[in-house]
């Protein structure tokens, strides 16, 4: 009978990070890294603290759902993570697209969730848009934003980390 060579045990691959709504110590009750609310809706609020202290001066960013799920990294300098209403953040950064050429509300990962193009939306009054670098939050983090009515056109590029919009429909890839 011929000996096997050992094979390599596959490990399991580690299951996701997860938590929920309320307010997390970063490096302590939540890791430092990009999560995702994948059932966000309109009335999600979350903020990246640098203390606890309550005042506004501790928000170091902040927003609000956009009806669709939306992504946020939690810096290691961060002191603390707050959310209301945003159900589940999670570490899976797996694709939430059927398609990667048409999404809808949301903010989504350049080339997971959605490829690079040009985009168009028959744009509903009071739509958002926002071509981002990272997903800190923070006005540094966007590369391009518009509020817009009517055909809208919009160049991801490959280089962007991630698109956002709230209030604007269905985007289709030309």
Known sequence: RP????????????AANTFGDG?????????????????????????????FSGSF??????????????????????????????GDWSDDLSPVT??????????????????????????????YWERLRNFTGEFGGIIANDNTKGSTIVEIASSDAGFSSQDCGDWEKL
């Open 98 to 127: 059927s398609s990667r050429n048409g999404f809808s509300d949301g903010t989504y990962l350049v080339g997971v969730d959605i490829s690079p193009g040009t985009y168009r939306v028959n744009a509903r009054n009071g739509c």
């Open 23 to 51: 307010t997390w110590v970063v490096g302590g009750d939540i890791k430092p890294g990009t999560y995702r609310a994948a059932d966000a809706g309109n009335g999600c609020y979350w903020e990246r603290l640098k203390n």
């Open 3 to 14: 000996r096997r060579r050992n094979q390599p045990t596959r490990l399991p691959e580690p």
């Open 57 to 86: 001066g501790a928000i170091i960013a902040n927003g609000n759902g956009i009806g669709g799920p939306i992504v946020v990294t939690v810096d290691k300098k961060d002191e603390g993570f707050n959310s209301e209403d945003c």
